[in-house]
């Protein structure tokens, strides 16, 4: 049952989104995010902007990929961070655009990641 349909007052994500990127910017992302429960782009699949929480998506989605994410593709023009905590903190990894993560086995991300979003190309390297 979906208490929330109004994805544009409603969406946390939506709204980091906003504040990430501009218009512009976000017109231009072809193929997309795409994060996956298993290695190798398997499992389940979540296309998506970034997003705040998912602990918070996955109750409004009814599905699960909080700290369950194994894999992911960034098939976008922008750098992408990962989060092991919501709201973007915790530990923190990136991938640049076209890059992928076929396995986040071993690297201490996986079925860790709570919260992602897009960075703006040309920002500040990560540490
Ligand atoms: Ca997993």
């Not at 504040?19 to 429960?37: F, R």
């Not at 782009?41 to 109750?59: C, I, P």
């Given at each position: 049952m979906?208490?929330?349909?109004?994805?544009?007052?409603?969406?946390?994500?939506?709204?980091?989104?906003?504040?990430?990127?501009?218009?512009?910017?976000?017109?231009?992302?072809?193929?997309?995010?795409?994060?996956?429960?298993?290695?190798?782009?398997?499992?389940?699949?979540?296309?998506?902007?970034?997003?705040?929480?998912?602990?918070?998506?996955?109750?409004?989605?009814?599905v699960?990929?909080?700290n369950?994410?194994?894999?992911?593709?960034?098939?976008?023009?922008?750098?992408?961070?990962?989060?092991?905590?919501?709201?973007?903190?915790?530990?923190?990894?990136?991938?640049?655009?076209?890059?992928?993560?076929?396995?986040?086995?071993?690297?201490?991300?996986?079925?860790?990641?709570?919260?992602?979003?897009?960075?703006?190309?040309?920002?500040?390297?990560?540490?």
């Amino acid at each position: 049952m979906t208490k929330i349909n109004n994805n544009q007052s409603n969406s946390l994500s939506s709204i980091e989104c906003v504040q990430d990127i501009s218009h512009e910017s976000a017109a231009a992302i072809s193929g997309g995010i795409a994060v996956y429960t298993d290695a190798n782009y398997g499992g389940k699949e979540r296309t998506a902007k970034g997003v705040r929480d998912l602990r918070v998506s996955d109750r409004q989605e009814n599905v699960l990929f909080n700290n369950q994410i194994s894999s992911i593709i960034n098939d976008t023009d922008k750098r992408w961070a990962f989060y092991t905590r919501a709201g973007y903190s915790g530990d923190r990894f990136t991938l640049e655009p076209g890059e992928s993560a076929k396995d986040l086995f071993g690297t201490g991300f996986n079925d860790k990641i709570t919260s992602y979003r897009s960075e703006a190309s040309g920002s500040a390297q990560p540490l």
